[in-house]
């Protein structure tokens, strides 16, 4: 049960192994609908170790006190994430809004 955005996570664990291990999470916005980006690894079975951090962005509604995920958006990878962050910033510094996205 996801009463709290505190319990939101992305980790996930099967027959006592942790398949995708969370790293990090960012609260991008709260209320009714929240947005958290969150970092994390999976597990590579080939290898015993988890892979490279990977990113997903996933919006939530709350509904009768429980947060339901409703969308979410995995970036594939760090180039990905970069590209990103690059076209945001560009397009930030274009309108002259950066000092509201601190």
């Not at 597990?43 to 988890?50: A, I, K, V």
């Not at 180039?79 to 962050?85: E, L």
């Amino acid at each position: 049960m996801n009463e709290s955005i505190d319990d939101l996570t992305v980790e996930y664990e099967e027959n006592g192994q942790i398949l995708v291990k969370q790293i990090d999470k960012e609260i991008l916005s709260k209320g009714g609908w929240t947005t958290i980006i969150f970092r994390f690894q999976e597990f590579q079975p080939e290898t015993g170790d988890y892979g490279p951090d990977r990113y997903v962005i996933q919006r939530y509604q709350k509904r009768g006190g429980e947060y339901k995920r409703q969308s979410k958006f995995k970036i594939s990878s760090a180039d990905q994430a970069r590209k990103i962050i690059d076209a945001l910033g560009r397009w930030v510094a274009e309108t002259g809004q950066e000092q509201s996205c601190k």
